[in-house]
Every structure is written in C-alpha cells, then in structure tokens.
C-alpha cells in the first residue's frame, strides 16, 4: 500500500520566517502534486512535479522531488499570514487508474 | 465560473435518509473523481469515472453508496439510509481527456447526519 507522510503535521512561524514542509514515502510516484486547501474550501493545485530531482519555483514556494521520485518538499521564503492553510501533498496510486492518494497535510499558521 | 461546481455546499440529513451530491466537472473535463475526508484525515479516494461509465469504485464502501456520470447532467453520489459515520466533507475533482492530467477539486459537499 502506498503512503504519503507528511511533516511537520502543524507548523506556527513569525510573518517573515522562512519553512519547509516535507512529503516522503517508502514507494517511487510517477509524479507528486502539491495543494493548499483553506477552510471551508477545496484543495487548490499549486504545483506537479514529474522529474527526480526537479525544482520548480512559484513566486516565494520553491518544490523539489527527490532523485528517486519518493519525497518532495516545499520551501517557503519569507512567510506572509496569505500563506496560512493546510498544504497536502499527493500522488497518483499506482495501482490504480489515476486516483490519487493524499498525505494528511501540514497546517500552516503564519502571525502577522 | 468555470471550475468544478459543487451543490449542495451544506446538507443536513437524519439518520436513515438519503443523501445526493451533485458536481458539474470543468468545461472540457470528461474525468470525475470523488473523495472524503474526515476531520483530521487526508482525503481518500472513493471512486472514479468517465461518462456513463464507472472505471474504478475500489474506495467506495460496499453498502449504500453509489455514483453515477450520465451522459447529461452532473456526476451524482448517492448515499442511501445514512449513518452518522457518512458525516463528512465530499469532495469531486475533475480533469481533461487525457489520462494522468492534474486534478482540480470543487469546494465540496459537508455532510452532516443528525
């Protein structure tokens, strides 16, 4: 069975700090896509990375995938409280037809 | 508004009733997913499907719970003599006629079972 586990599960920083997430697994994903869900609201895709190692940057959010295509993390640089929601990570099950599984997600809190 | 839209937002429904959700995929989106998630948990794969045709229920629980994709009209998930474990958020996701596209997800359905 494959699972995501995501890290730290809460996270509370200082507007301004900067933050890394962390999704890891014991199973190689195709591809890992990253969400930010806010309350009340549906998850939104910030990004899909694809290729081991890849790195994409969107605006201060910096995603890498790792060399075996296992974890992948999210840096934040200069955290603002807009920044605050659950960030999911999630990749398509193997096993299946393109349904995807989900990591429990890290709530971020950033104070102004 | 062209993201995927679901209805209702809110639904409140006594043990025993059925409960119908709705969810109007993006233009252009021929793939429909839907997922729970329960409070404090991530969102689990309930089941997949094309146009008139289901192509994986293996998340749905055996009983009670059925989906559908007609030809017209919204995806529907139905959930019949519901229990006060189906409370929930219910969430559709949808994406475009090629396999392995992102998902984009509805503001989801909160069920609640008084």
């Known amino acids: 069975t494959q699972l995501l586990e995501q890290s730290p599960q809460f996270l509370s920083i200082q507007e301004g700090e900067n933050l890394t997430v962390y999704c890891n697994s014991s199973s190689v994903f195709s591809s890992l896509q990253w969400y930010r869900q806010e309350p009340g609201e549906g998850p939104v895709l910030l990004v899909t990375?694809?290729?081991?190692?890849e790195v994409k940057k969107l605006k201060r959010l910096t995603f890498q995938f790792g060399d075996a295509r296992k974890d992948s993390s999210l840096h934040i640089t200069a955290a603002q409280p807009g920044d605050t929601g659950l960030y999911l990570c999630a990749g398509e099950d193997g096993g299946s037809q393109g349904n995807l599984i989900f990591g429990k997600g890290t709530k971020l809190s950033v104070k102004p | 508004n062209a993201g995927v839209m679901q209805n209702p937002r809110h639904l409140v429904r006594r043990r025993g009733q059925e409960a119908r959700l709705r969810c109007s995929p993006m233009?252009?989106?021929?793939?429909v997913y839907w997922y729970r998630q329960l409070p404090e948990e991530g969102l689990k794969f309930m089941v997949y499907?094309?146009?008139?045709?289901?192509?994986?229920e293996s998340g749905m629980p055996k009983e009670r719970f059925s989906a559908e994709f007609p030809k017209e009209g919204p995806s529907i998930l139905r959930i019949q003599q519901v229990v006060r474990g189906d409370s929930a958020a219910y969430f559709c996701a949808s994406s475009g006629q090629v396999k392995n596209q992102p998902q984009h997800f509805g503001d989801g359905t909160r069920l609640s079972i008084l």
């Open positions: 990375v694809v290729t081991g190692g």
């Open positions: 233009k252009g989106h021929s793939h």
């Open positions: 499907l094309q146009k008139e045709n289901i192509i994986d």
